[in-house]
């Protein structure tokens, strides 16, 4: 049982803070919805997890180590950032192969996330000629690579079509059923109050809620107002919105 923590951490771009003085944990067997405003800090979160930047101050750790401390660090998180990561020239077999060499991992695991993926038709075409949910399927592809007890999904939806976006709630149900911890950032609230367990809700850098779905739409719901998460979400962050547009 592997889990996330994030302990004080903070990051400053110059005199920006990106994140600042953020405490929580990611506990395994349950998927960890990350919500917040454009620019609050979750993708920056995810960065220090994996040692893409590197703090300010304080620390994130998986399983009590840091990430880049792992000789096979695919094998102990999955990680979904950025769905145009992947080489443009190289077919999807050729992209997980290479993922799967540098960590280790068994080459039969390639078709058996191509399939979960559905992406197995595709397998020998360059990646340059994927459509935007064929990318992303191919980073969830990668993510679950390594089998690996942490998965970090920033926005796994974009750009799937409703069978993918139907799919990935099922996944991720089924990856926390496991006993995998998994965090997954969403601005979808109708989506994530079907996937997740738990929310974790980041505003201006800073932790505004840290609770279960459930907990978490009681305590902010509006009096007289049928529960929701989209409610209960907009009012929290009312004072923490930083890029609002004016008029409809
Ligand atoms: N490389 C960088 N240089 C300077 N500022 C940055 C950099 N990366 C992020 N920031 C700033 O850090 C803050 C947090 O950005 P971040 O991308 O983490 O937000 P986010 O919650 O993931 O947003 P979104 O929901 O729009 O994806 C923003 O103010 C952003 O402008």
Redesign the pocket.
């Known amino acids: 049982m592997t889990s996330i923590e994030i302990n004080e951490l903070t990051?400053r771009?110059?005199a920006?803070p990106?994140?600042e003085g953020l405490s929580f944990s990611v506990a395994p067997g349950r998927v960890t919805g990350f919500l917040?405003?454009?620019?609050?800090?979750?993708?920056?979160?995810m960065?220090l997890v994996l040692g893409l930047?590197r703090p300010t101050s304080g620390n994130a750790l998986i399983g009590g180590r840091p990430y880049v401390s792992y000789p096979e660090p695919m094998r102990r998180v999955g990680a979904l950032l950025d769905a145009t990561a992947a080489h443009p020239a190289r077919t999807a077999h050729q992209h997980l192969l290479t993922l799967a060499l540098s960590n280790r991992i068994p080459e039969r695991r390639i078709g058996e996330v191509l399939a979960r993926t559905g992406l197995e038709t595709a397998a020998r075409r360059r990646v340059h000629t994927f459509s935007l949910g064929m990318r992303q399927r191919l980073g969830i592809a990668a993510a679950l690579l390594g089998d690996p007890p942490v998965l970090m999904l920033?926005?796994p939806g974009n750009g799937l079509d409703p069978e993918g976006i139907a799919w990935i709630r099922e996944l991720l149900r089924r990856l926390a059923a496991e006993g995998r911890a998994v965090l997954v950032?969403s601005?979808q609230m109708g989506e994530t109050a079907r996937f997740a367990d738990h929310l974790v809700v980041?505003g201006r850098?800073r932790l505004l809620a840290d609770a279960s779905l459930e907990e978490f739409v009681a305590e902010h719901a509006g009096a007289g107002e049928e529960p929701s998460l989209e409610r209960a979400y907009l009012r929290l962050t009312e004072e923490a919105t930083?890029y609002r547009a004016k008029g409809a």
Not at 36 to 45: A, E, F, W
């Open positions: 990051k771009y110059g920006v990106a994140v917040g405003p454009n620019g609050s800090g979750k993708s920056t979160t960065r930047d920033d926005e950032s601005h980041l850098g930083t």
